[in-house]
């Protein structure tokens, strides 16, 4: 039986253990039942987790628990994404070391120690938690097994030629010291100031341009203007002298100089932007570089060199401003693409980088959309805004330190790329000689690649490493493609559209089936809680500690799937009062089945019982329709209200009954401990995917003597049975709940004890049709056994009037009786 306390800080960690000990959770590969499969994101290894990652892992658990429950062998591995610059940052912070200061080799063993550290943390958290993941499946990128799938990737790309090696403008990172990928851009509003600049031509006459960035003036290599723009016609072809710097510039025309911004004229520099960038591939310009790849200014600068580049913007407006040359300068708030890493302000660098060729079939990429299904709907249509402003091919070399090295060495003779075979992966080239020579000009004059992979390279693959592709003991057969992937809004422009990428390349197919969209947890002002900010209140440990597993569990679950959420403790308080009230009446319900061995249906036979027996089908069939969608929210918000239906109402209306059976005739008894069995052992089935704990202290308490199955967990889900439905149990259910409550309110307002006998109670019984099966339940429940149908009221009763119902009450207990 339940003892008489619930203490979560030592049953959750008995149960915990209980699910280890028996491997409930255990993916069975040589089963026949259909396979539930769930590509989980792997949590960066760079920082402590926080309560965002508690609120969107946990709602895709919920959904591993239910696929369990309904039969199907669910496949739910974890792993870490601890590789990349993320966990390179962390490692020089906690470690107090620079990467770039030690030898690669000895730098990743410091990242692997360190990982491992934080691995376990972080198991030991989703543990906590209740997670029903398989640890034997967990995986980290950066161990052999995923390095060597991540080169296979790229050595597929690379025959497929998908990927290129290519020297041209790309997004650089100044305080990281690498090359980015759009996706990893985020636009920050930032205070800076808005130039008008004169430029003198070479034959007389001056053009104003605006700019925001007069410290490129060393590398400005054109003017452009619209081609339409009436007030410079006279002045295309002719050129202009570079204030400062003294070099000459052309006046062209182009289409994307914008006639309403600034004065209309544009420097174009080799490089501020994107625009930059295109102007010069298209005008074929030539390359001038005033910044370098640490972020401070080049020989070109002349007397403003080797400074960093917001201090030479500084003194290039002062100089500016000293020669007459600044004619205007206003104070504005721009958005500037930034590193969201680090938040350092990028540049456009001309660097040699590995690429994959995204842009060339974005129109595929656009329509496997429509393949995979969405979960809220909605999300999708941030996938497709994403693919359709796409503008680079996707960059993944990054010249770090932790990462999964590039397969290939370069031949110094002809430049051919000279692969390993499969055989050989993972292999570093940079620390491991080729086994073959170049297949062109049969040099051994070769180098291999410095850079690693970034890190969302190898995330972009956790299908194939989940099915472990190309492997003897691959099981993509099984899996591919997997059932689900759950992750949150924020990195569909990276790890959806990427996974999606790689399985379209790699098996021209759709990675999973479906896609469950998560929101964030928000603190203060509507900011996302994250590693990053180091903005979380409360550290999840603390908080299930405090609260309980399962509490912070169904604080989760309260979230509308896709939608963010404040982070409010108050909630958990909320969350707390359902779990303690289900033990409760859980409690209740067992010491009256005391003995009772052998549950039949066929012995519910009072309509009360009868009724909300009926009322648990719908809303089981409700919760399955709900939680197939991933409405997990929508699913518990059914649940939680028959829960809170059966205590305050059914309860109430059957106490006296199950106390007192010999008042209520033949069955009575019967009937109450068939429906209590039936409603509790389904409500905590309802329930387990939400609370398992809880609903696991209850089921052995009682229920798994009786079923003969070793886990509530791999119990059956419940699901609605038509025959039990009945409409006219339901009403004489309602009809009963509904006069009683109305009773109990009348007393509680006229400061009766809710035990107060009642002399009598008139009700009009066209108001009450169905109340006549329940009557004997509802005058033991109302304190009265004289309850009388009648067409008008006596004028000397109380009235009580409600939803267009009237009652007529008579008590002799005039003086209050509650304080």
Known sequence: MLPKKYKPQLEEKKWQDYWKENQTFAFDPNSDKEIYSIDTPPP???????????????????????????????????????????TERFVEKKKKVRGNKMKRSEFNDLCRTTVVELEKQFQDMWTALGFSADWNLTYATIQDDCQRISQRSFLDLHKKDLVEHRDEPNMWCVECQTAIAQAELESVDKDSSFNDLKFQLEDGGEIIIGTTRPELLPSCVCIFVHPDDPRYKSLVGKNAIVPIFGHVVPIL?????????????VMCCTFGDKTDIEWFKKHKLPLRVSISKYGKTTELAGEFQNLKIKEARKQVIARLEEDGTLLKSDAISHPVNTHERCGTDIEFLSTKQWVIKVMDHKEDL?????????????????????????????????????????????????????????????VDPKENSSSKNCPKCNSTNLVGDLNIMDTWTTSSVTPQVNYKWGEENSLESKLAPMSMRPQA??????????????????????????????????????????????????GPEQLIEKYSADVIRYWTAGAKLGADCYFEEQEFKIAAKLVTKLFNASKFALMHLDGFDTPDTNKITFAIDKGLVSLLQKVCTKANQHL?????????????????????NYMELMKHRIYNPQDHGEGSKESAQNALYTIIFSLIRLLAPFIPHIT??????????????????????????????????????????????????????NRLSLNTELDAIEYIGSQFPSIEKGLNDVCRASGCLNLKAIETLSSELSVIEFEDRTLGVDYTAKAPEVN
């Open 253 to 265: 025309t182009d289409e994307k100089a914008d006639m309403e911004k600034g004065t209309g004229a």
């Open 44 to 86: 960066t290894v760079s920082g402590v987790l926080h309560i965002g990652h508690v609120y969107s892992y946990t709602q895709a658990e919920i959904i591993a628990r239910y696929q369990r429950m309904i039969g199907k062998n669910v496949f739910y591995p974890f792993g870490f994404d601890d590789n990349g610059l993320p």
């Open 628 to 648: 197939e969608q991933y409405e997990y929210s929508l699913a518990l918000s059914e649940i939680e209200t028959f829960f809170w239906d059966f205590c305050d």
């Open 489 to 538: 809004h924020d990195i569909i422009r990276t790890w959806a559209f990427y996974t999606i990428v790689k399985s379209w390349f790699h098996q021209q197919d759709i990675p999973w089936k479906d896609i469950m969209i998560s929101g964030h947890v928000l603190y203060k002002k509507g900011e996302k809680i994250s590693k990053k900010k180091g903005n979380a209140p409360s």
């Open 366 to 426: 656009l329509k496997l959309a429509d393949k995979i299904n969405w979960y809220p709907k909605f999300m999708k249509q941030r996938y497709i805004h994403w693919v359709e402003n796409l503008s680079w091919d996707w960059c993944i070399s990054r010249q770090r330190f932790f990462g999964v090295p590039f397969p290939i060495w370069h031949c110094e003779d002809c430049g051919t790329h000279v692969t390993p075979d499969d055989s050989e992966l993972p």
């Open 696 to 749: 696991e202290e209850i089921y052995h308490a009682f229920f798994k003597d009786i079923e003969k199955v070793d886990s509530v967990h791999i119990c059956a889900y419940p699901v609605g049975d038509d025959s039990f439905i009945s409409e006219e149990d339901e009403k004489v259910y309602f009809d009963s709940k509904t006069f009683v409550g109305a009773i109990r309110k009348f007393k509680t307002e």
